[in-house]
């Protein structure tokens, strides 16, 4: 088990020559680039971006939802939220942590680099799931080669620091839109909250994980704005969402973003933190259907393997077989130990809560 005391936060390596971040003045003008040639421009130039700087790896994460529903923050895209009971999202208690670890295992073989323990509700404080937690932890890093990550709310730097020594690699938080349109999306805690719990991570020395949600009914700028705050938190790892509206939640009708504005806002998230590993996690199928393979050409070097916290994902074959498709391979976790074989393995009791079946695409495809 590796004691971990608090070390500097990861420095990214020096990006290859020739490669810069664009202004955001430049990433609000390419923003609006969501169609025809300009799009395919501007892939282009994410797509080279990636390859220069992360080579031809793709990493892919998996997810438990080890506590939901009965939150008491109001997340207008959020099923486990209680101010929308309508929503039905599965309510449970903390998982045990020989659970959790039997699911980061299934991930492991499944092809996930890293795996995440996400719970519900405004943060972890309690003693008996703290307990809970670092002990899943320690199997994971004893039993398995996938990197530990945990999104367990809005920690503070001794629960964070616990964890830490306990060996948990990532912690995931999401600012989940722009400061100036998270009013519309939450009015239970604030965006100041969120960057210190962030902040607080990275100072503990772990590889943070932050990104958001695309489509809520923000603009493109607001979009820029959003990797703006990311890039000057240099985080290690921006998961990009693109809403999939839940039935019962507030944005249940909200209008679907299009494929191409998908593509295009990954593209100059791209440009813009060239160094960063971008993740394309919940939405992907919803949103993009058949191109969700365009991902990688938008410059993502990184995707979701296995269910979502409420719904259900492509299958594990499905996702090995899309980034290979597209010549690409695995990223192995830096742990030295990994029992993914370079198969998939059928996904059986993995995130098994997420009951819903795969919903059809929406509104596809008009790229091109
Ligand atoms: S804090 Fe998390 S679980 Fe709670 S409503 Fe917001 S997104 Fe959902």
């Excluded at 300009?38 to 998996?62: P, S, T, Y």
Aim: aromatic share 4%; glycine share 10%; with cysteine.
């Amino acid at each position: 088990m590796p004691a971990t005391t608090a070390v500097p936060p990861p420095t990214a390596a020096p990006l290859p020559a020739g490669i810069a971040p664009i202004t955001g003045e430049e990433a609000r003008r390419l923003i609006h680039h969501a169609a025809g040639a300009e799009l395919e421009a501007l892939l282009a130039r994410a797509r080279a971006v990636r390859e220069a700087v992360h080579g031809r790896e793709v990493a892919l994460c998996g997810i438990v939802n080890a506590k939901s529903g009965h939150c008491p923050e109001d997340c207008g895209f959020c099923s486990q939220s209680a101010h929308f009971p309508e929503a039905g999202a599965p309510a449970f208690p903390l998982l045990s942590a020989r659970a959790i670890a039997d699911q980061a295992r299934t991930a492991e073989r499944a092809g996930a680099r890293e795996f995440s323990i996400v719970t519900s509700g405004t943060r972890v404080s309690r003693e008996e799931e703290l307990a809970t937690l670092e002990e899943a932890v320690g199997l994971i890093r004893a039993e398995t080669g996938v990197e530990p990550c945990a999104s367990l709310g809005l920690l503070r730097p001794p629960e964070l620091a616990r964890l830490r020594r306990a060996g948990l690699m990532h912690y995931h938080h999401n600012l989940e839109t722009a400061r100036s349109f998270f009013p519309k999306v939450c009015s239970t805690h604030g965006y100041d909250e969120q960057l210190e719990t962030i902040r607080a991570a990275r100072d503990l020395g772990y590889q943070v994980c932050s990104g958001g949600i695309l489509g809520m009914g923000e603009t493109p700028e607001q979009r820029v704005e959003l990797a703006e705050t990311i890039r000057e938190l240099g985080v290690h790892c921006v998961p990009v969402n693109f809403l999939n509206p839940r039935p019962g939640t507030p944005m249940a009708g909200v209008k679907a973003i299009t494929p191409g504005e998908c593509l295009a806002a990954l593209a100059v998230f791209r440009l813009m933190m060239p160094a960063a590993h971008i993740f394309v996690m919940g939405g992907r199928e919803v949103n993009l259907g058949e191109l969700q393979h365009r991902i990688f050409d938008a410059g993502a070097d990184g995707t979701m393997v296995g269910n979502y916290l409420t719904s259900a994902g492509g299958t594990p074959e499905q996702v090995v077989g899309m980034v290979r498709g597209q010549g690409l391979e695995l990223r192995p976790p830096s742990t030295g130990r990994w029992s993914f074989t370079g198969a998939a393995a059928p996904e059986t009791g993995w995130n098994e809560r997420a009951v819903e079946a795969p919903r059809p695409a929406r509104g596809l495809p008009v790229v091109g």
